[in-house]
């Protein structure tokens, strides 16, 4: 039967967009039942299936081009249903939405009613149950929040609550964070397993049987992070010689006796030898053994034959007293099975990172791969939240909504772990770059459709405005935009989707050397002509004729809204002066409060004085020269798209000197650097910033010496650190990390500067009792404090040779005939370790790093055909979709349609509970006023993931080890769960995020809801 809508008597009657199924028997009611006194062996059938990786998505759905790999996702999913409606015994999981959406989009009513039915009876069983199994080193947790409720979403809708996974599974990432453990444990899960882990860790762990652990995954959320944790013991293939598929070439159970070949009694004791083996290692009387691998079951009768076999005559055995009970299971039935038994389990407070595979494979290269299309997930998720909240706020009709998720689903697999990680092909990097571009092209649609209801003042304009487009400009990072090059006038909408006002420098390639910029009150505002730099205007592809850019700030941009400004080109005798100095010496810029020094003999950053503090800074680029081996041996490992091992501990300095040039004007100090013919960087200053912003441009990173290349920026301070630095997790809790260190075992470090290098999402800093550095990167990099007073990030890599860990071709990147170029920002935050405006210095970087990740997007319309005077009478110029600005600790970090007449809203206090002494405080806001479109009816608070009712979220309950670490004592959980109008007020406490379904009053989407 189909799953039936749950209605609540509380409250609106709308608030029916999760669905249970109560009457059938899944989740935990279906699980097999351990035997006391026996070792309980759980059988679990699973596919690995990648969404994307040596093929594109459709690729491996359809099984295309098998001579690259032998695998089709669509004849996976086709032999398991068949197989498990023939056999109701059978039991199998299935991982990634993305795949299995795509799969379902094509079956008739039959399969899909017989496969609801095979959902409700636990025989299959969601696992993870995100759009893909997601990275966890590059992520950013908005982004993985959004790929999980998207693919939670598409199970909830189709299958109830018997669709809702409970076990985190998360098999094939290379290193696992904090912060996504946190993400797990606030989305209801009731525990983890994966399979990769340092080997030394993995070692220690299995040998004092604390392979299995409960994670407190925040230094913040207490017990609220709490998470099970079980590391699995065969990687996350069977037992060796027991895989039964297409792909294998082990051997099948015989049990033919007047066979030749029969060999029961020779694979029961092997099994049974295994099942004991691994149970030495773990701490209860259940053991999983996960029957299957990448892209397994391609022909499920197979695998199934001969594993009922083994359950046969492996249980039947009494020869030597072994008290084995095989069983099909699931990994939630796993867990079920473990918790049950009320042990206690040790604790674990640091994370995965770095993983080793063996002593000279630090998986930490792919930290960087493919840094472009590292940016340009980023970008995508900053155009995701601006799409979304636009929808949202301009009530756009539901035939917009396919707009939305084409986006969506483009994000949600570029989170996959052989996508954002640049662990993929080259043709297979290309397709997710076409996939995300296309998402881009979709969610603009919506954008536009939202500027046109929002901006017009009357609706008699609405259908002159319907033929002025409203772009964005893509190509900014090569300084290239035919709006603001080709139209004598334009109109740049700058949206803030930041839920307090902010202002923003707006950079805009044009052509001509004088403009007018004025703002919504006509306001003529100050402007500045920057030259844009050579290396950027000969960049290969490049097709503009810009030569430089106007630059002017936008002030106050209104949360949740934009503020727009008419630009005009001057001619002659309107011309005026752009003030501007352009210097080959100067040595220094900035302003009063924040400036840079740079060294008069080599051209370099050498100090940098922040409010009045000053410290030695200097920053130089490096490249480490990647190890060339033959991958036979550990010693001989190559350096190549996951593995970073270069040839030597030193790096190589790429220049000792640099070519500069420095400009000055009103808005903006910028010096323009060369350091060789394929390494330059612009410097700057805004005023009014208490930053500076490193505009790194590398590549074509040569390669005629036959030596694959790893280039670095390094700061080097005065900081005294000693080994200690800080990381991000996703872009959440800070990470201790101490050189040649791990918290949890003895580390054995053949590989000094490989295996200190950790994922840095959104910052990396350094620290001692008076002063502290952090640099805040544009996209994932690795990073790292190698010496002390030091923080390197790698930007760039062009190897050449394979690792040999499966992708099959050297991490060789071309564009345009050449090596790859990237171009990218870094921000520096230095100095005293004290509060300026009441505001401490973490605090500041978290703001910062709020703006950048969120940074006000720019969309452009030509206005050549209609002066300032009539677009300002017929258009709005100013907007905002909040009546009132949140505080600047608190973030709307969701706003989107959700179902009906609902919205989706997830707010979050962005600090932690140490970051500053008044903003890491709880906040108490009320939402009954914020929304300006709209006005909320009531409001009902769900499990992060969004797929369940907060009140109904009962997570399974785990004893833990005594230990001294100091942990909070407050629930995540509110006391209420359900909002109506005359009571909308809220609290959030340091680093908590909280997601709600929220009714609107009166008409939305053009659909009157019910009062």
């Known amino acids: 039967m189909p799953p039936k809508p749950l209605y609540y008597s509380k409250g609106s009657a709308s608030l029916r967009y999760l669905h249970t199924v109560d009457e059938n028997v899944c989740g935990y009611k279906a699980c097999p039942k351990p035997k006391p006194g026996y070792l309980n062996v759980h059988l679990v059938p699973h596919t690995h299936d990648d969404v994307g990786w040596l093929k594109t998505v459709d690729q491996y759905y359809y099984g295309s081009r ?23 015994s059978k039991r199998f999981i299935y991982v990634e939405t993305a795949f299995f959406w795509k799969w379902w989009r094509e079956q008739h009513d039959s399969v899909r009613h017989q496969v609801k039915r095979l959902v409700s009876s636990g025989k299959l069983e969601f696992a993870g149950g995100a759009w893909s199994m997601n990275d966890e080193a590059g992520t950013h947790y908005q982004s993985t929040i959004d790929q999980f409720t998207w693919g939670l979403r598409k199970l909830n809708d189709t299958f109830g609550e018997c669709g809702r ?60 992070s709490e998470l099970f944790t079980s590391v699995l013991f065969n990687h996350y293939g069977p037992p060796p010689g027991f895989c039964f598929d297409v792909l294998c070439a082990d051997e099948p159970i015989i049990d033919d006796k007047d066979s030749p070949d029969y060999n029961v009694d020779e694979r029961v004791s092997a099994f049974i030898k295994h099942a004991e083996l691994q149970s030495r290692y773990y701490s209860s009387n259940n053991i999983i053994l996960t029957m299957g691998g990448d892209f397994t079951y391609q022909d499920a009768h197979m695998w199934y034959k001969n594993m009922d076999k083994i359950i046969r005559y492996v249980n039947a055995n009494k020869s ?115 996939i995300l571009s296309d998402g881009f092209s979709e969610c603009l649609e919506a954008i536009e459709g939202a500027f046109k209801k929002i901006i017009p003042k009357s609706s008699v304009v609405k259908e002159e405005l319907s033929e002025i487009p409203i772009k964005p400009c893509l190509k900014l990072n090569v300084s290239e935009c035919q709006v603001s090059e080709v139209n004598n006038s334009f109109v740049i ?88 100095e352009v210097l080959d010496e100067a040595y220094e810029i900035g302003h009063k409060k924040f400036s840079l020094k740079f060294d008069d003999v080599t051209g370099k950053i050498k100090s940098v004085v922040s409010q009045g503090h000053k410290m030695k800074v200097k920053q130089d680029f490096y490249y480490y020269k990647g190890f060339l081996g033959n991958n036979v041996v550990f010693e001989n490992r190559s350096s190549g798209a996951y593995i970073f091992r270069p040839n030597g501990s030193e790096a190589v300095l790429a220049s000792s000197s640099v070519k500069q040039k420095f400009i000055k004007g009103p808005l903006v100090d910028e010096v323009h650097q060369v350091f060789s013919d394929w390494i330059s960087q612009v410097v700057r200053v805004y005023k009014g910033e208490n930053h500076a912003e490193l505009e790194w441009m590398v590549g074509p990173i040569p390669i005629e010496d036959n030596i694959g290349k790893e280039v670095i920026t390094k700061f080097s301070s005065s900081i005294q650190n000693w080994g200690v630095f800080y990381t991000d997790s996703n872009g959440r809790e800070l990470q201790w990390r101490k050189r040649n260190y791990r918290p949890t075992w003895n580390l054995s470090n053949a590989e000094p500067i490989a295996g200190n290098y950790y994922p840095v999402t959104t910052r990396i800093l350094i620290r001692d009792k008076d002063a502290e550095l952090a640099v805040i990167p544009d996209r994932a990099q690795g990073g790292s404090s190698i010496k002390d007073g030091e923080i390197e990030l790698m930007v760039h890599r062009r190897l050449l040779h394979d690792d040999s860990f499966g992708v099959g071709e050297a991490l060789n990147e071309t564009a345009y005939g050449k090596g790859l170029i990237a171009r990218g920002q870094h921000y520096i935050v230095a100095g005293a370790i004290k509060t300026f405006k009441n505001i401490s210095l973490a605090a500041q970087e978290r703001m910062l790093i709020q703006q950048k990740v969120l940074a006000p997007w720019i969309f452009l319309a030509p206005a ?142 053009g659909i009157k809801s019910r009062n």
């Open 320 to 434: 030597n007293g072994t008290k084995l009970n095989v069983f099909y299971s699931t990994p939630a039935c796993y867990l079920k099975a473990l918790n049950d038994q009320d042990l206690t389990w040790p604790v674990k407070n640091d994370d995965f990172f770095p993983y080793a595979s063996d002593s000279h494979s630090y998986w930490t290269g792919y930290f960087t791969s493919r840094p472009t299309i590292k940016r340009f997930e980023r970008l995508g998720n900053n155009f995701l939240q601006v799409c979304k909240q636009l929808h949202a706020l301009a009530s756009v009709g539901p035939e917009d909504w396919k707009d939305l998720n084409r986006m969506r689903e483009a994000m949600g697999v570029m989170q996959h772990h052989d996508a954002i990680t640049g662990t993929e092909k080259e043709h297979v990097a290309k397709d997710y770059a076409r």
């Open 864 to 1005: 050549d055909d209609i002066c300032f005077e009539q677009w300002r009478e017929t258009y709005k110029m100013e907007y905002s979709g909040l009546k009132k600005s949140l505080p600047p600790n608190v973030q709307i970090l969701t706003l989107e349609q959700w179902k009906g007449t609902a919205l989706l809203l997830r707010i979050e206090h962005i600090l932690e509970k140490t970051d500053d002494p008044d903003l890491s405080k709880p906040v108490t806001i009320n939402l009954k006023d914020v929304f300006a479109p709209f006005s909320i009816k009531s409001v009902r608070e769900t499990t992060l993931g969004a797929n369940q009712w907060l009140s109904d979220s009962k997570r399974l309950k785990w004893r833990v080890e005594s230990n001294d670490i100091h942990r909070d004592t407050y629930s995540h959980h509110s006391s209420s769960y359900y909002y109506d109008d005359d009571d909308l007020t809220i609290t959030l406490n340091p680093m908590q995020i909280r997601t709600f379904i929220i009714e609107m009053k009166g008409k939305f989407y």
């Open 165 to 224: 996974p409970r076990a985190g599974w998360q098999i094939d990432p290379f290193g696992h964070s904090r912060e996504m453990a946190s993400m797990f444990a606030q989305m209801g899960y009731d525990g983890l397993l994966f399979a990769r882990l340092d080997y030394q860790d993995k070692e220690t762990r299995l040998m004092s049987k604390t392979a299995e652990m409960i994670w407190q995954a925040s230094a913040n959320l207490g017990k609220a």
């Open 493 to 580: 909408f700058v949206y803030n989707p930041l839920s307090y006002p902010t202002s923003h420098y707006v950079r805009l390639p044009v052509t001509s050397t004088s403009y007018s910029v004025k703002d919504p009150n006509g306001k003529e505002q100050i402007t500045q002509l920057v030259p844009i730099p050579e290396p950027v205007r000969t960049a290969p592809g490049r097709m503009s004729d810009a030569t430089n850019e106007l630059i002017f700030r936008a002030t106050d941009l209104p949360p949740l809204g934009f503020r727009a400004y008419y630009v005009t080109k001057l001619n002659k005798e309107q011309q005026k002066e752009h003030k501007r």
């Open 66 to 88: 098998s001579m690259t790999q032998k695998a089709g996702v669509q004849y996976i999913l086709d032999s398991v249903i068949q197989a498990l409606l023939r056999d109701p």
